[in-house]
């Protein structure tokens, strides 16, 4: 990642110029996935949970993880991580014919509209097809600038029984968005 000296003094970050890696977490990127979930959390959604949570939650994650989820991060050049999108089984009864989750996708703020977001999904879509998944849904904000960005990558709407909109959406066909991707 570049960096370039601003009017005021103040280091300005040249995104253009930065090389991205996606790769498959580790656990010993605990530490810096908890300081990122951290940050982006926040950008997102305002005050949350504390670096000290997010790292228990994640450690906690990878020591019982029984490989019903997966994790993608995205690393800066400088090996810095800057996003994530965690998959994991979704077997709950209340939204049927789903059976994969984007259960998180976050990037930070100053790398939005790079289309890592799309790599991600992408990433996720291609893993859960790997392991016989065919299908994808998520719950986010219902007021969320993003969702307008999952109906572009071919996501529907999920509305509760009573036809309010929460926040979710849905791939019942993840061919569809890999043929995309």
């Not at 969702?147 to 029984?161: D, H, I, R």
Request: glycine share 10%; proline share 3%.
């Amino acid at each position: 990642m570049r960096f370039s000296e601003g009017p005021s003094g103040k280091k300005n970050l040249n995104v253009m110029s930065s090389s991205f890696n996606i790769r498959e977490v580790t656990p010993i990127d605990a530490s810096a996935l908890a300081a990122l979930h951290v940050t982006t959390f926040n950008e997102t959604h305002g005050p949350g949970p504390s670096f000290e949570v997010r790292k228990r939650q994640w450690e906690k994650a990878f020591q019982d993880n029984d490989n019903d989820w997966f994790c993608f991060v995205v690393e800066d050049d400088d090996g810095n991580l800057v996003g994530f999108a965690k998959g994991q089984l979704y077997n709950l009864s209340d939204i049927p014919g789903f059976s994969g989750e984007l259960n998180k996708i976050y990037l930070l703020r100053k790398i939005h509209k790079l289309g890592l977001g799309r790599q991600l999904i992408c990433k996720v879509a291609h893993e859960f097809a790997k392991r016989g998944i065919s299908s994808m849904l998520l719950f986010g904000d219902a007021n969320n600038p993003s969702n307008g960005f999952y109906e572009k990558m071919g996501a529907e709407k999920l509305f509760a029984k009573n036809g309010e909109f929460h926040g979710g959406y849905g791939w019942k066909d993840l061919q569809k968005l890999l043929a995309i991707c």
